[in-house]
């Protein structure tokens, strides 16, 4: 019998937490059930196994991350949407990483609560870059170069890779315009 007050959203959210505090690598059902004080096989009752949290875990991360990125987005075009959608990318990746780590991978086809999530945070990103003119495959194109830019700058940050004591907002800030001036040149 499932403990009481244990659902699917409960495990999750646990599993949040530890995979924010320690990285995704460090998130095991060992320490998910020791974290809710219940035993390893407790959680069977709730979740299929480990990629079932890790892929739980990514759904609710990407439908945090599109609902951060949709306010931010919220009245804005052109370079302050952009610029505004970056540094909610960026406070949801550093504040949030053992989830964002979950949410990197692109969602199986199949799987349509995770496709729908992934997609919410796509389809904020293509409604900033329809206020740069784009859309059809050079949105894509053009979603994917900011991702890629913002990813990778929250990866180095988060890993240390900055060692240069130099102020890193004015650094992101100027990724920010390198992309947007290449989003009003495309």
Known sequence: MPRAGLDPETVVAAAARLADAGGLRSLTLARLAADLGVRPPSLYAHVVGLEDVRRRLAIRGARELAAELQEAAAGRAGTEALS???????????????????????????DTDAVAASAAVVGVVLAVLRGYGLDGDDAIHAARIIRSALHGFVALQS????????????????????????????
Do not use: N
């Open 84 to 110: 505004a959608v970056a540094a909610a990318y960026r406070d949801y990746a550093t504040s949030h990483s053992g989830t964002y780590e979950a949410l990197q991978q692109a969602p199986d086809p199949d």
């Open 159 to 186: 890993a240390g890779g900055f060692g240069i004591p130099l102020d890193l907002d004015e650094t992101f800030a100027r990724l920010v315009a390198v992309l947007d001036v290449g989003l009003l040149a495309a």
